[in-house]
T-cell receptor, first 114, second 114 residues
Framework: EAGVTQSPTHLIKTRGQQVTLRCSPI?????VYWYQQALGLGLQFLLW???????NRGNFPPRFSGRQFPNYSSELNVNALELEDSALYLC?????????????FGPGTRLTVT | AQSVSQHNHHVILSEAASLELGCNYS??????LFWYVQYPGQHLQLLLK??????LVKGIKGFEAEFIKSKFSFNLRKPSVQWSDTAEYFC????????????FGTGTRLQVTL
């Protein structure tokens, strides 16, 4: 069974630009989560999507947004990039129901903003 | 809102030494608890989880953790570490019965020397 996949692996952008990161969940998983792992800040929750809707949002500015498609894959968009957006962006997926909410993580996208 | 504390930021052990990493959480209700591990250059992997039942849970690679409800703790243990256990370890919590965001501790970097 394929795990969570993310693309691209690495990305270098300039301050002020926009970026789109992509995530494909494990087959059968309907929930997708985005986390930011910045140096020294640990893992911070960004967004949670389920059944195509945004269910929860972390303490990040509105320039962080995303969406979930009918096939449950997801995109994370970051507008007006700032230097502090440099981080590893992790996507995770889980089953929404069934009593098991383990989140399985993808390899991440390393974003560098210069 | 829930929070997680990992008091050991960097631990250095010799091979065969015993390991205990502390994790304390704060939340007013019942929670599910997780330990994730991130080996160098690899993605975040689930080490073990506690949902209910026996408070002593066993995970992969000889790791175990004990949930002590009265202390709001979920410490990770391993009787004898190996060089290959060098990694960053994250404790995480999620309110029971919800598919919601994981709240992570800041992580503990474990370095095992030969």
């Amino acid at each position: 069974e394929a795990g969570v996949t993310q693309s691209p692996t690495h990305l270098i952008k300039t301050r002020g630009q926009q970026v789109t990161l992509r995530c494909s969940p494990i087959s059968g998983h309907t929930s997708v989560y985005w986390y930011q792992q910045a140096l020294g800040l640990g893992l911070q929750f960004l967004l949670w999507y389920d059944e195509g809707e945004e269910r929860n949002r972390g303490n990040f500015p509105p320039r962080f947004s995303g969406r979930q498609f009918p096939n449950y894959s997801s995109e994370l968009n970051v507008n007006a990039l700032e230097l502090e957006d440099s981080a590893l962006y992790l996507c995770a997926s889980s089953l929404k129901s069934g009593g098991s909410y383990e989140q399985y993580f993808g390899p991440g996208t390393r974003l560098t903003v210069t | 809102a829930q929070s997680v504390s990992q008091h050991n930021h960097h631990v250095i052990l010799s091979e065969a030494a015993s390991l205990e990493l502390g994790c304390n959480y704060s939340y007013g209700g019942t929670v599910n608890l997780f330990w994730y591990v991130q080996y160098p250059g690899q993605h975040l992997q689930l080490l073990l989880k506690y949902f209910s039942g026996d408070p002593l849970v066993k995970g992969i690679k000889g790791f175990e953790a004990e949930f002590i409800k009265s202390k709001f703790s979920f410490n990770l243990r391993k009787p004898s570490v190996q060089w290959s256990d060098t990694a960053e370890y994250f404790c995480a919590v999620i309110p029971t019965g919800t598919a919601s965001k994981l709240t992570f501790g800041t992580g503990t970097r474990l370095q095992v020397t030969l």
